[in-house]
């Protein structure tokens, strides 16, 4: 019951929010579209910066969810990488696009990105880890520090996070499927003839 009902309180703010903008929804929206007390909803929230925080975690699960299923399949640690980084990009477009006016807030706001970042990186760390090492161990892969490829190739995709989601290479003839596809071709193969 208990996990319901802050579930239930995450998802009326997520909508409110992505609707009306995080600075224009209330406490008492969030309360009164949840069919809740005020009283109720401070039972599980502080403020409205920790339901936005929940919000925020609630959509990286998501994320996450759809990485762990790509790093548990029995196919090779190169498949892996490609559609890791693929789904990764995609997973992140289609949580930015369904959050409405959120999105333009997330933009406009670093500290924001920085904090949804932050809630999903050491796992997105973890889980680039352990591609690599598997490739790492299968012979496909050479690295010489499996930490800091992780944490580089992480910090890489998230810095062309907008990038992708506004399609903003479009224009020079390069779509959303090639810009993944070139990020995977050059982290594999670099630009170096061997």
Do not use: C
């Not at 019951?1 to 998802?11: A, L, P």
């Not at 009283?39 to 994320?63: G, H, L, M, P």
């Amino acid at each position: 019951m208990v996990s319901k009902t802050r579930d239930k309180f995450i998802e009326v703010a997520r909508q409110l929010f992505a609707r009306k903008g995080v600075e224009n929804t209330t406490m008492n929206d969030i309360a009164s579209a949840s069919d809740k007390g005020r009283r109720t909803i401070y039972t599980y929230f502080k403020n409205k910066r920790d339901i936005y925080n929940a919000v925020v975690e609630s959509e990286s699960d998501k994320i996450m969810m759809n990485l762990r299923l790509i790093v548990a399949k029995p196919i090779s640690a190169e498949e892996k990488l490609r559609e890791y980084v693929a789904v990764r990009f995609e997973t992140m477009r289609e949580i930015v696009s369904r959050n409405g006016s959120l999105k333009a807030g997330f933009f406009r706001d670093l500290r924001k990105v920085d904090r949804a970042r932050k809630l999903i990186s050491k796992k997105e760390i973890a889980m680039l880890r352990e591609i690599l090492e598997e490739g790492l161990a299968q012979g496909e892969f050479h690295i010489q520090d499996l930490n800091h490829t992780a944490v580089i190739i992480t910090h890489m995709i998230q810095g062309l996070d907008v990038t992708y989601i506004r399609d903003s290479l479009s224009d020079k003839g390069i779509d959303q499927e090639m810009l993944s596809d070139y990020f995977s071709e050059l982290i594999l193969n670099g630009i170096i003839v061997r």
